[in-house]
Structure formats: C-alpha cells, structure tokens
C-alpha cells in the first residue's frame, strides 16, 4: 500500500535489464537493492507482474487506465512507479495483490 | 527518628471504596475471556443489581450516584451499563439514563474495558452471557487474549511484528485500538480462520484471507472504530465476472458489506 506522501508505487522494470530469461532479470534487481543499500528482510519476496495484467486490475479499482512510467534513477535504473490516481488504497492492493501466484514470487534474499 | 502511633496510621494505605463490581481474575467461561486482573481495582463485593435499587424518587438518586461513580472510576462502560439497565431497571430506565447523560461518558468506554457481572451466588446467569472481555490496555495483554482464545498463529505474528517495529526505527509502532478491533473482531467471529497478518505505514493491524480462487478480502482496522476494508472474488486476469466491494464502515456494518465473502472462508 502507498504511504501517504507517496504519489506512485515504485516498481522496477525487468525488461530493461535484456536478462536471458526471469531468474536472471530478478537476479538484477537483487543486486540494485543491494547497491541501494536497502534493508531487505530474509522473507522478504518480489512479485514478477505482467504490466497488462496490472493495468486491468488497477482499472478494476479505479475504474481509469494507470499511467506505469520508467523513472529511472542513477543506482536504480530500472526503476518504474504505477501513477494510480486517488483510489482507494486497499482496493487497489487487493487487486494487485489477487494477481500473485505461487509461481510469480521469488526471494527477495535466495 | 521515632514515629509515633498517630503519624504511623496516617501512613497506612486509605482502603479502597468498594463499588460492587469486581474484573474476574484469569478466569474464562462460555463465551468470555477475562485477562488477569488490573492493578486498579481490588476484589470487591460483586454488585448484584436489585429491584429495590430501581424503586422510588430517592432510591433513583442513589442510583444516578453510584453508576455516575462506576462510570468515573472506569469500572464499566456506558454499553455494558445500558444494557444491565434495560435488563434490570424497569420503568425507571429511561429517566435514569437522561440524568446519567451518556454522552458525556463516552470518553470512557475508548477503555473497553467490559466486565462480566456475575450472580452472587456464581455462576453468571443467562443475561450476562452476552460477551465479556476484559482486554487491558497493552499490546501483550491483546495478544495473550488472542492466544488463548485459539488464535495462537496470529498471536505468533503479531510478537514477530511487533518485534520487527522494534528493531527498524522507520516502522510505526503497532496501534493500540487497531489491534484491540481486530482481536474482538476475530474473538467474536470464531468461525471465521485464522488471517494473514500485517501492519500498515501507519501502524494500523492489517488482516486478510484468500480463496481457493486467488480472491483476496482484506480489512484494516482504523481509529475510531472504523474498519476500511476490500475484497476480489478472483482475479482481474481471470476473464470471469470479479465481484469485488471496498470502503470504510462501523465493524458491524463491515462485517455485514463483506458477508459474501466471509461465508466462502
């Protein structure tokens, strides 16, 4: 969930990194939080989201399109952010949140 | 330095006044849990509301005067307090609630504290069966509540969480009321399964379930009683109809707007 001086929710784009294949894409954006320097908790997890898939479940929520746009910052250059206009914050989790699978999360720490 | 008899007595302990309703000590029966009893009160002879007390002019003052007591010493709430009134008070009801004038107590029932009045001679009877949980005001005592009314994985989650706001400055703490809401939530909905648990930005308790379909309801427990709360019957992605509610509501009527999707848990 956005806090309240957030404006959009970070992502990072995988595609940018023109990885092999998604372990590898994912393997990269381990490596950016590690440069960040960001704390990441030994249970932390990434979710792996189909931008289409995304956008219709955002939609669902707010009922407009979200503008997702490339954001990128000098450590963080795959950095994205979902720009989902003034929906209710819990709606639009759930939505986001019923399109993760088993099979599309992965450790944030292997 | 001696001390004489007189200065000796002037420092014992002025004893309590007893008010006739006593917090239940670690005892648990039907369908109420009381914690272990608060250091603000001691045991005290158990008040058994008599007919006499509702009868006459005079009668009626002492009664404005001693719920008045009750409600400024904490000891009960203006709920629990109006509902031994309307099971009791009989005709006198209504004009004693006017001169009590409820809504300047309000403040106190924020303390939730609900005590059990029980029978004198033991067990409590058919009318005070409704549901009683005396829950202190501290995130331990919540939580031990939660344990031991059959909640122990949630309860597991929250000593994680609370421990993770601990240790990482940034994370707000745990609110008091928010997890206080969503412990009588899950305490007075025992059907309902354990949920997956969380702390928002603001430290408000987070709760959530999800279906066999990937569909998600989740609740976050907010000040003032309110309950913000959203639910998916699938996934967008799915290509099937998406039911889907959200919004903030009173516990009840919550409750209620998510009543399609509680009864698929």
């Given at each position: 969930m956005l806090k309240q001086d957030e404006e959009y929710l970070s992502v990072n784009?995988?595609?940018?990194?023109?990885?092999?294949d998604l372990t590898a894409a994912v393997e990269r954006i381990r490596e950016t939080f590690r440069n960040k320097r960001y704390q990441v908790r030994r249970n932390a997890r990434f979710t792996v989201l189909n931008v289409e898939a995304a956008k219709h479940a955002i939609h669902g929520a707010t009922k407009t399109m979200p503008a997702i746009k490339?954001?990128?910052?000098?450590?963080?250059?795959s950095h994205a952010g979902i720009f989902a206009g003034t929906a209710e914050n819990l709606a639009l989790a759930v939505q986001l949140a019923a399109l993760v699978t088993p099979e599309n999360v992965h450790a944030a720490i292997p | 330095m001696s001390m004489n008899a007189d200065t000796m007595a002037m420092k014992q302990e002025k004893p309590r006044k007893r008010t006739g309703i006593q917090p239940l000590e670690g005892t648990s029966y039907g369908d109420g849990i009381v914690l272990g009893k608060t250091e603000r009160y001691r045991p005290v002879k158990e008040w058994k509301p008599s007919a006499r007390l509702f009868e006459g002019n005079r009668k009626q003052d002492d009664m404005v005067k001693f719920f008045t007591k009750l409600l400024k010493a904490g000891e009960v709430t203006v709920s629990t307090l109006k509902r031994m009134l309307k099971e009791?008070?009989?005709?006198?009801v209504s004009l004693i609630q006017r001169r009590l004038n409820w809504f300047s107590w309000g403040?106190?029932?924020?303390?939730?504290?609900?005590?059990t009045v029980k029978q004198v001679n033991g067990k409590p009877s058919q009318a005070d069966k409704v549901r009683f949980h005396q829950i202190e005001d501290t995130h331990e005592a919540i939580i031990a509540v939660l344990r031991r009314s059959g909640r122990g994985d949630v309860a597991d989650r929250l000593v994680y969480l609370r421990c993770l706001a601990r240790e990482d400055p940034d994370e707000a703490p745990m609110d008091l009321d928010s997890l206080r809401a969503m412990a009588h939530l899950l305490m007075s909905e025992r059907q309902l399964p354990n949920p997956r648990t969380s702390v928002t930005s603001d430290g408000f308790v987070h709760i959530e379930w999800r279906f066999p379909t990937n569909g998600i309801l989740a609740m976050v427990f907010l000040p003032s009683d309110l309950i913000q709360f959203a639910a998916v019957s699938v996934p967008a992605n799915q290509g099937t109809e998406q039911l889907t509610v959200n919004g903030k509501l009173p516990r009840d009527r919550a409750l209620a707007a998510v009543r399609q999707f509680t009864s698929s848990l």
């Open positions: 784009w995988l595609e940018y990194f023109n990885a092999p490339h954001l990128p910052s000098r450590n963080d250059p | 009791h008070g009989g005709e006198n403040r106190y029932d924020k303390h939730n504290w609900h005590l």
